[in-house]
Nanobody, 115 residues
């Protein structure tokens, strides 16, 4: 059964916006840490942004000022508002969940930004 489920990816032109959602459904594991990661073709998975249940937020330098992460603790959900998207933002976006680092992952959602 799926515990971490991402949605909201798609194809968008450069300069456009998308909002990703991640929901945790069932499973017995900590949701304290929740984060968005992405993996471009031929590259390693990298952190985009993360947030703890207490509201501590961290962003990759490449997305600061363009992306905003938010969280709804009551729904065990996080969101990623992505504005002013660039072709280099293209990749599969994964949601990772755990106590202090991501140990449970979703299957990912594809984001493609055309130039």
């Amino acid at each position: 059964q799926a515990h971490v489920v991402e949605s909201g990816g798609g194809l968008v032109q450069a300069g456009g916006s998308l909002k990703l959602s991640c929901a945790v459904r069932g499973g017995i594991f900590s949701r304290n840490y929740m984060g968005w990661y992405r993996q471009a073709p031929g590259k390693e998975r990298e952190l985009v942004a993360d947030i703890t249940s207490g509201g501590r937020i961290n962003y990759a330098n490449s997305v600061k000022g363009r992306f905003t992460i938010s969280r709804d603790n009551a729904k065990d959900a996080i969101y990623l508002q992505m504005n002013n998207l660039k072709p280099e933002d293209t990749g599969v976006y994964y949601c990772g969940v755990g106590l202090l680092k991501p140990v449970n992952w979703g299957r990912g959602t594809q984001v493609t930004v055309s130039s």
